[in-house]
């Protein structure tokens, strides 16, 4: 049959997150609304299209594709062609077909309205069923094995698919048209509850759900595998359960997260904003972190201390149902052990945590990809993310420019993600983690082996830490000493936090920057943590930073901020005044600690310089009595802001600057002398925000950046924020990715794409 002498042809290729998202049946069903002809299909590269009709008709096929595409799909680019018309009959979805590749891979997204209605509806067949899903929601990375996006590349090819389940995804009308994890009770997957090893109910229906419901309830602590890993689950609301959770996972005081079954139950929690909102009920679902409401119903010991609370909701229908029969909030941590990845398989599961968990809730739907939950706050009325995992990531970036070489970049030693850049594509993974022992690397290298085998990727760059002693820098000085290995580039570590801000803002030109952090190996060998930097994507110019003082004991003044301010101190009193000294600091240790610790100090054994920001919140938390030694990272600074909010409109403490070097001795001087530890913690952060707004006005004209860990602290950047604000000045900082480590390859890859 011959077409029309007005018809045209186009071929399209579409790239970007356009595969497990329902862009295929998108497309069919435009092109035959609109009486067209073609076909769609799937590639390594992403979505491939031809077809023909009406010069008007294609037209329209055009718009709808670029405006409203579908909810998770996202199109980074359309490369259009004409070609000769060919006269097909009909529409249709041809057969995935190889080739490099390219393809975006699609984050595990929420179990979306349209499935939660069925779930819910009794005489639909998939009524209650906890693997529920469709094109729009469920599993996509966790499930992936390797490019294009189709049933048989999935963990999801165990199972074979019943007729109904095949008629659906073979239908292109259908919701569930190629929803790759498509099942139901009949062919899916299938729910065990194991207890001292042993299996004590089995199936996918409530049996099984209620009777690990009924041990969360009991106190017991049951473990439950959900997309990306386990978590470790018992009732919020008992405190001998919490704790006894606490003590067998030996975590004494970093806070749990606590998943509830309703938005309604997290208000009687905590005390919310609309943007606080937002974050909860997006579709990406991530633990947020929020006010504790007093009289909450959650027990003290899930984040004794402080006055935040990282709360979420059920996010697939197995944790909807699971909270439903549970009837109250659950603590939902990650299964790990501290410092570890979390854990995938019940195997596993047992060997290592066998002596925490109380029962274990499986399914036999493999992990092929691990992913914890993500991490983020609302600060500034806008989002700051944490920790970059499940429903964020993997996070793809369309480059402005195609990049002539593939590029790795590795990251930092904790809160690991890497980073790859090729074509016109930049692609940041989820969260790894502390690279500390040896489970931990073998998770990172798992995950670049996870993104090489989807991409077909071999860098010709690889991007580092300077720090010597990390363990992604010497993984990628061994990978440049190979036979036709890949060049090596070095990028200075808050050099790399300004970076990835300005990447995020597509940015290249110079900025004023602010990166405030833990540690960081500097430039000049020291540990730096509070740099002030004139930067763009070719170089930076240290223009500011904090007095340095040393770390007494290295590693160990991290874990006990009182050898911080002793040191600070030091700098500032004789032995013999500091022994009379009136501090919560000082009474922290016996005189002959301090003799032994002075010593050490006037010799710098063991206790290299410091200009580090987390360690004076480390400081002034000692000072102020708040926090003598920590259980987890950014402990003391979680300290300092919860005391700070008992005091308004506190007054900085003075901040002398000479030659870019702000002193804090005047400020510690001042805190010796207080009496309330809120106001000392309010002062101190004012200080800090006022220290950052009178820099930024001796370099008006630069925007301002404000990036790292530090910033993660809401009443910073609060208070940052709006004091620039209120002078004029532009401020920018991440709300993509995170502002802690997790950004840090993303500022190596900017760096590379713009200097290699």
């Known amino acids: 049959m011959s077409a029309p002498s007005t018809s045209e042809r186009l071929r399209l290729r579409v790239a970007g997150i356009v595969q497990g998202v329902g862009f295929r049946p998108f497309v069919y069903q435009q092109a035959v609304s609109l009486g067209l002809s073609g076909f769609v299909f799937n590639d390594g590269g992403g979505v491939g299209i031809e077809i023909e009709g009406p010069p008007e008709a294609l ?18 680019g359309v490369r259009r062609e004409a070609v000769p018309v060919r006269g097909d009959n009909g529409f249709v979805i041809r057969r995935s077909e190889a080739g490099s590749a390219s393809a975006m891979v699609s984050p595990d997204v929420a179990l979306c309205d349209a499935c939660e209605t ?39 090819e165990a199972f074979a698919m019943c007729p109904a389940c095949e008629a659906e995804y073979n239908d292109p009308a259908n919701r569930r048209y190629h929803a790759q994890p498509v099942s139901c009770y009949d062919c899916g997957p299938v729910l065990t509850l ?16 209620d009777a690990a419901a009924r041990r969360i309830r009991e106190g017991e602590i049951v473990a439950v595998k959900g997309l990306g890993g386990f978590h470790l689950v018992c009732d919020a609301t008992d405190e001998t359960a919490v704790r006894t959770l606490r003590e067998r996972k030996r975590r004494p005081s970093k806070p749990l997260a606590v998943m509830f079954p309703s938005m309604a ?3 009687t929690a905590a005390r919310l904003g609309e943007a606080d909102r937002r974050l909860i009920l997006s579709r990406e679902r991530p633990v947020t972190v929020v006010t504790k409401r007093e009289g909450s119903p959650v027990a003290p010991s899930v984040a004794p201390g402080i006055d935040r609370i990282g709360v979420f909701l059920p996010y697939t229908p197995l944790h909807l149902l699971l909270l439903e029969a549970v009837g109250r909030p659950v603590v939902a941590t990650s299964a790990n052990l501290s410092d570890e990845p979390i854990i995938t398989d019940r195997e596993t599961l047992e060997r290592k945590l066998g002596h925490v968990v109380d029962a274990v809730l499986d399914h036999d739907r493999a992990i092929l990809n691990a992913c914890d939950d993500s991490v983020a706050a609302a600060a500034a009325g806008k989002r700051v993310l944490l920790r970059m995992a499940r429903g964020y990531a993997p996070a793809s970036r369309p480059l402005p420019f195609e990049t002539g070489k593939k590029i790795l970049a590795v990251g930092a030693n904790q809160k690991n993600a890497v980073a790859l850049a090729f074509g016109k594509q930049l692609v940041l993974s989820p969260h790894i983690g502390d690279l500390v022992g040896l489970d931990a690397f073998e998770y990172f290298e798992r995950t670049l082996g996870t993104f090489r085998r989807f991409y077909d990727f071999s860098p010709d760059v690889i991007v580092c830490d300077l720090h010597p002693g990390y363990e992604t820098t010497r993984w990628a000085e061994a990978a440049a000493k190979r036979p036709d290995a890949p060049a090596l580039v070095r990028v200075q570590h808050h050099y790399a936090h300004v970076l990835a801000c300005m990447a995020e803002h597509g940015m290249t030109q110079k900025v004023l920057a602010f990166a405030f952090d833990g540690t960081g190996y500097g430039g000049d060998g020291t540990l730096w943590g509070a740099e002030v930097l004139v930067a763009d994507v070719h170089g930076f110019e240290r223009v500011g930073h904090l007095r340095p003082f040393r770390l007494l004991g290295g590693e160990k003044a991290v874990r006990e901020p009182r050898r911080v301010a002793l040191a600070m101190l030091f700098e500032c009193f004789s032995p013999e005044e500091v022994l009379t000294t009136e501090s919560p600091a000082v009474r922290a240790f016996e005189a002959s600690e301090i003799r032994t610790l002075h010593a050490m100090w006037s010799r710098g054994l063991n206790a290299p310089w410091s200009s580090s920001a987390g360690r004076l919140f480390d400081a002034a938390a000692s000072l102020a009595g708040l926090a003598q030694t920590v259980g987890y990272e950014g402990e003391s600074g979680l300290l300092v802001e919860a005391a700070a909010a008992g005091c308004r409109d506190a007054e900085p403490y003075a901040f002398p600057e000479k030659e870019g070097v702000a002193d804090w001795e005047p400020m510690l001087r001042a805190m010796l002398a207080e009496k309330d530890p809120a106001v000392t913690a309010a002062r101190f952060m004012a200080t800090l925000a006022a220290w950052i707004v009178r820099t930024a006005k001796r370099h008006r004209g630069l925007p301002v950046v404000l990036t790292g860990g530090v910033f993660q602290n809401r009443t910073l950047l609060e208070a940052a924020v709006s004091a620039l604000e209120a002078e004029g000045i532009d401020c920018l900082f991440q709300r993509e990715t995170p502002l802690n480590d997790g950004g840090i390859a993303l500022g190596q890859a900017w760096y590379a794409l713009h200097n290699e």
């Open 118 to 156: 069925e779930l819910r509806d009794p005489e639909n067949r998939r009524y209650r069923y906890p693997f529920i899903n469709c094109t729009d929601c469920g599993p996509r990375y966790t499930i992936v094995e390797h490019l294009p996006y189709d049933r048989p590349n999935t963990s999801m």
């Open 265 to 267: 139950s997290v208000e």
């Open 59 to 76: 037209a329209a096929f055009e718009r709808a594709l670029n405006e409203h595409p579908p909810p998770l799909a996202r199109i980074d």
């Open 194 to 209: 194991y207890a001292e090893g042993e299996k004590r109910e089995s199936g996918n229906g409530e049996a099984v759900i």
